[in-house]
């Protein structure tokens, strides 16, 4: 069956149920830059409208050799007639938040943009991108643009049009920055709700697919330990170790009464297309619990 005709790789992927903890994105710093317009199947390499593929693909360099994550952005909605050339740098460690913005007059600009983020401002204000990538994957545009629309709706100021963030299966994909949290089938939930609780602290761990800045292990380990205590807050469950043996991976996190142990089995998935593009079947790594509870004491 041709790529054309097949079942959307998102449709696929909810009919199996594929498990999303611990598939987030890697990244601990992003960079998001403002490309107003169509983008190609490459944001910044083939979409002339919006800027030069040349000055693109020596953005791209100079940002991913610096150890960055970039994405285009773009508001959701008629394009103005007056372009603007936003951008946020945003540092996603655990304890180490921090977001910046700015403006700069061109996409020229963005070569020399210091990517500390001292060439503009420190914000309190989150950015919440989610993945309308058409070009790259069908369900990008047609999952994505529809969750974009309903967060947009009820918080403007936040809400962005992003490209392509990895994991189409789980479209609509979504980063909340500073924090790094990757959320996916943001439109099979109340996608407003998930920025209502984000701003109140919390998350939806149905939903989420883990912080962009642990180590997928700890992903899943947080999304168990959740999943047992009922402890939606951000800001708690930070790991403090990680060992990984012959079959197991043990991971140590941080909880209210003491350490909590989590042992995760990692595993390999049947053949699957991970996107719509895609044409050869390939396997994914998956975790299952072996065991959690708190820390013996006597250990």
Known sequence: MTAAKRIP???QSLARDDPMYGT????????????????GPSAFLQSPNCIDPRLGRAVVHRIEKAGMRIAAIRKHGRRPDARQWRWFIAHSDVGHEALYRGEVDGPGDFLDLALDGSDGELTTDPVV???????????????????????????????????????DRFAATMLVLPEGLCYGRVDT???????????????????????????????????????????????????????RADHHIRVLLAGDAGPI????????????????SAQVTGRVRMFRLGSLGPVDPGR
């Open 129 to 167: 991108a989610i993945c309308s990538h058409g070009k790259h994957d069908q369900c990008c545009a047609v999952r994505g643009r529809s969750a974009c629309r309903a967060i947009a709706a009820e918080y403007p100021e936040f809400t962005w049009e992003c490209s392509h963030l990895g994991g």
């Open 189 to 243: 939930a109340d996608s407003a709700e998930l920025i209502r609780l984000y701003l109140d602290g919390r998350l939806d761990n149905r939903h989420l697919r883990g912080r962009t800045c642990l180590p997928h292990a700890v992903q899943a380990a947080q999304y168990f330990a959740r999943e047992q205590l009922g402890d939606n807050r951000i800001d708690a469950l930070h790991p403090i170790d990680v060992e």
């Open 9 to 11: 790789c998102s449709d």
């Open 261 to 276: 142990e989590v042992v995760l089995h990692e595993e390999l998935s049947d053949p699957l297309l991970s996107q719509c």
């Open 24 to 39: 987030a994105s890697a990244g601990s710093k992003w960079v998001l830059l403002e490309l107003a317009g169509a983008w």
